[in-house]
C-alpha cells in the first residue's frame, strides 16, 4: 500500500449556528469520508454523524475482501470492492432512515456522502448528493463526481447553460441523499493511485466558492496547508455554509507505473470512440479493461471468428491480414474489433502480434453494464459509434462512386467500335487485315 497523508477540517462558516457536516480521515485504514446533513433542529448533524459511523463499520466488515483486492487487483475485483462501497453507503442509508422513523423530530433528515476507500495501489470513490471529489494529478484537476442535483440534471439536458447556474434558483436543490429513503442510488468509481496523486473531498460549502479555472492553482498549493487554505478563502468568499474538506496525498514512488497509466488514458481520449468522454469517464473506460499481453506470431483475433472485444494496443506492433494478406500495421495507440461490440458479427480480419504486444480489451457484456449505471457515458459513446460509422458509409461511398467511374469507362472503351481502315482504292479491308 503506497504511503499516504491526510488533512482534515470542518467550519461552521460565517452565516450558520450549527455544523451539520462530518468527516473521517482513517490513514491506518485508508478510509476518507465527507457528509453534509440536513434536516434542521440538529437532525442534519445526526444523519452525517450516522453515515460515517455506518460507512466505516460496513466496510471494516469488508476488509478481507479489501486486502483481497490490494493484494491482486482485477476488472472483476474491482466490480466487487465497488458494490462493497455501496453496500456501505446503502447500510448508512437505512441505519439513518431507522432513526428517523423512530423519531418523529428527526422525520426527513438525510445526509450527502463522498467516500474514498484505498486498498493497494487503487482507490475506490462512493458518492451520492452534491458533495465532491476532485482528483489533481500531474498539475491537472479532475472532478470525479457528478453532482446530484436539479442544476447538473438541467445542464445535460440542455435546458440551462453553465453561465445560468450561479443565478438559478434551485442551484442547491439536490436529488439524491443518504436517508430520506430507505435507499438511495450509489455512484461509484474504482480508479489508480499514482504517485503524487492528491484527492479532495469536501462538502458545497467549498467547492461552491471554487471555479473550475482557478482549481490547479489552488490545488497545487503546499499540501500541509491545503486544507485550511481552502477553508479560508471559503471564508473570505462569504462562508454562508458549513464548509468541510479532506485531502489525501499518495507520497509512494512508482514512477514507471505513473507513466502506463497517464499514458493509457491520453491514449483512449485519442480514439473516436472515447473522444467526448471526460477523464472521470475515461478512468470507468479503463476500470472495464482487461490487460492483455501477446508473445510475437500469437494471433490476437482470427477472421470468421465470432467476437465481442474491442482491443486498443498500448505498447508493440500488430499486422491486420486479411486472407492472408498484409493490409494494415497498427502500433501503439491503435485499435481494431470495436464492431464486435455492436453486432457480434465475425471477424473481418486476422490480426497477429510481430513483436511482444501489450494492450487491453473491452468486452460487449462489460461495456453495457457500465453504459446502462452511466446513461451521459452511454449517450456519449452511442454517439461517437454513429459520427464512426458515418465516416466509414462516407468512405466507402466515395471509394464505390470512384470503383463506378472506371468501370463505366472500362465499359464505354470495351463497346466502342474498332476503327475500319481501307485499301487504297476506297474499298474496306478484310477484318483479318485490320
Not at 46 to 64: D, F, H, M
Not at 114 to 122: D, F, I, N, Q, T
Not at 364 to 372: A, D, F, Q, T
Amino acid at each position: 500500500m503506497p504511503a499516504i497523508r491526510s488533512w482534515g477540517r470542518t467550519d461552521v462558516g460565517r452565516k450558520r449556528k450549527h455544523n451539520e457536516d462530518s468527516f473521517l480521515k482513517d490513514d491506518g485504514f485508508g478510509l476518507y469520508v465527507v457528509a453534509d446533513g440536513m434536516g434542521g433542529h440538529a437532525a442534519g448533524e445526526v444523519a452525517s454523524t450516522q453515515a460515517v459511523k455506518s460507512i466505516r463499520e460496513s466496510l471494516l466488515e469488508g476488509k478481507p475482501l479489501i486486502e483481497s483486492f490490494a493484494r491482486a487487483p482485477t476488472v472483476e475485483a474491482d466490480e466487487q470492492i465497488a458494490a462493497l462501497m455501496e453496500r456501505a453507503i446503502l447500510r448508512a442509508c437505512a441505519d439513518i432512515y431507522a432513526l428517523a422513523v423512530a423519531d418523529l423530530g428527526k422525520r426527513g433528515m438525510g445526509t450527502t456522502v463522498v467516500a474514498l476507500l484505498v486498498a493497494g495501489k487503487k482507490a475506490v470513490v462512493g458518492h451520492v448528493g452534491d458533495s465532491r471529489v476532485y482528483l489533481f494529478r500531474n498539475g491537472r484537476a479532475h472532478q470525479l463526481t457528478e453532482d446530484h442535483t436539479i442544476i447538473q440534471e438541467q445542464l445535460k439536458r440542455g435546458l440551462i447553460t453553465k453561465d445560468e447556474i450561479a443565478t438559478a434558483e434551485n442551484r442547491n436543490v439536490i436529488t439524491r441523499a443518504v436517508g430520506i429513503q430507505p435507499s438511495v442510488p450509489v455512484d461509484t468509481l474504482v480508479t489508480d493511485l499514482l504517485p503524487g496523486d492528491l484527492y479532495l473531498l469536501c462538502s458545497d460549502g467549498l467547492h461552491g466558492y471554487l471555479k473550475d479555472e482557478e482549481l490547479p492553482q489552488l490545488l497545487g498549493q503546499e499540501r500541509e496547508k491545503l486544507t485550511d487554505a481552502l477553508i479560508d478563502l471559503a471564508l473570505q468568499r462569504g462562508g454562508k455554509d458549513n464548509i468541510t474538506a479532506v485531502s489525501v496525498s499518495v507520497e509512494a514512488d512508482r514512477g514507471e507505473e505513473t507513466t502506463d497509466v497517464e499514458g493509457r488514458t491520453e491514449i483512449l481520449r485519442r480514439i473516436p470512440l472515447f473522444q467526448h468522454m471526460t477523464y472521470k469517464e475515461l478512468l470507468a473506460i479503463l476500470g472495464i479493461a482487461h490487460g492483455r499481453l501477446f508473445e510475437k506470431d500469437q494471433p490476437i483475433i482470427r477472421e470468421g471468428e465470432q467476437g465481442d472485444e474491442l482491443f486498443v494496443l498500448f505498447r508493440g506492433q500488430v499486422d491486420v491480414l486479411k486472407n492472408g494478406l498484409q493490409i494494415a500495421q497498427l502500433k501503439a495507440g491503435g485499435h481494431f474489433g470495436e464492431m464486435g461490440l455492436v453486432d457480434l458479427g465475425p471477424r473481418s480480419a486476422t490480426v497477429v502480434a510481430t513483436e511482444e504486444t501489450s494492450a487491453v480489451s473491452i468486452d460487449r457484456e462489460s461495456l453495457l453494464k457500465l453504459m446502462r449505471r452511466d446513461s451521459l457515458l452511454a449517450v456519449k459513446l452511442l454517439w461517437s459509434f454513429v459520427q464512426v460509422l458515418s465516416e466509414r458509409l462516407r468512405n466507402t461511398n466515395e471509394a464505390l462512386t470512384g470503383l463506378k467511374a472506371e468501370l463505366d469507362s472500362a465499359r464505354a472503351k470495351a463497346t466502342d467500335p474498332m476503327p475500319v481502315s481501307s485499301t487504297p482504292d476506297g474499298e474496306p479491308s478484310p477484318p483479318f487485315e485490320q
